[in-house]
């Protein structure tokens, strides 16, 4: 097995709210330099390095004041921001690139590929599920959730019988919903922990129904890969795993099906000295554990996990800053279904954040996310239907349509 030097590259769009300090807020700068605001003047991107090797960050430095380099720290040693345009972000990746050699060559090789793709203008929109393939090509993906649980926080106790379940799921597939997410343990803060004994009595005479009947995949919200494993036998095709594989036995036991995987960002603390190079670092280091046991890259895809060890502060910058993961190079995902961020802002309860969860979900879908997972499907699809128009003009509308 050959352990990665931690290293991580990620592209972040600078947009007219951003300032020189919020963006460079995180790395402590030593260089006095201004990267952001030339990226600004430049042409809105900002590339950031993290981990650099000494040498690395001297390369870096001997950049000059243009283009916009900054050299500083961050949470994984010397860290680097080079702001401008996407042609010169790619010319100077490709510079650094051809002054090194061994280990770091392939670790740097590794990490950069996908934010150079994302800079030249490429998402990464396919994700593989068992024998199918999941296109994100001409539109966002809306995965419908269904709770099977007692305590859920917006729709807690409403499908814990089976048959109701059955008949919710159906309504969402009907209702455009791409994918259903069946979950049976409630992870809302203060939710108490179910065994794996009650989370299977709940979850498999739902699946068991489920399963013949849905014409869309099934994705199952498990941390526990003892669930996963018998979900994944009962046929559904993909494992949503909010625990970003906190279980040991998860990541073969996706493997072993061939199955999809959603691998989301948690912490038990709402704790971060760089909120975004964190959750970006982790998700990488869960998607090069996932590689490891077996699981190619094409079946996962990515969530920085709102409200999961994040205040609604945490929640805002990620969303502002999806780019950042999108750039990481897998599809993201982004589940801001009623949560209590919106309440925060809105002061309405969960029953009442359905205008609050679409303009999130808008939002998602404009800065590139693959998939939406929310409990409103019918309003949702309408949402991320305009916004695909958006993105693609040519898409699904008549030339001379009015
Ligand atoms: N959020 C919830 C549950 N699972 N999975 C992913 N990948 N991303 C999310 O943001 C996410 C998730 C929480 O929402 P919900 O299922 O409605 O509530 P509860 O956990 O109370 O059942």
Known sequence: MISMPPVLARVEVVDRF????????????????????????????????????????????????????????????????????PSLLTEICQGFLQNLSGERLAAWQDVLGPPMEFLAGKRPRYWQIRDRVLSMQNRTLVMGILNVTPDSFSDGGRYLDPAAAVDHALELAAAGADIIDV????????????????????????????????????????????????????????????????????????????????????????????LVTEVAWFLRNRLAAARRAGIPDEFVVCDPGLGFGKNARHNFVLMKRLPAIVSLGRPVLVGPSRKRMIGQVLGTGPQERLEGTMALAALSAWMGAGIVRVHDVAAIVRVTRMIDAVQDPTWGVAPDGG
């Open 18 to 85: 951003d300032t020189a300090e919020s963006l460079l807020a995180e790395i402590q700068d030593d260089s006095g330099g201004h990267a952001a605001a030339g990226a600004r003047a430049l042409g809105g991107f900002v590339l950031r390095l993290d981990g650099l090797a000494p040498e690395e960050v001297r390369w870096f430095a001997g950049l000059g004041p243009h283009p916009a380099v900054i050299t500083g720290y961050g949470p994984l040693g010397p860290a680097c921001l080079a702001g401008g345009p």
């Open 183 to 274: 979950g049976a343990e409630s992870t809302r803060p203060g939710a108490v922990p179910v065994d794996a004994g009650e989370e299977w009595r709940r979850l498999e005479p739902v699946l068991e129904r489920l399963v013949p009947k849905l014409g869309v995949p099934i994705s199952v919200d498990t941390y526990k890969a003892e669930i996963a494993r018998r979900a994944l036998e009962l046929g559904v095709q993909i494992i949503n795993d909010v625990s970003g594989l906190g279980d040991p036995a998860m990541a073969s036991t996706v493997a072993n099906a061939g199955a999809g995987l959603v691998i989301m960002h948690n912490a038990e603390k709402a704790q971060y000295q760089d």
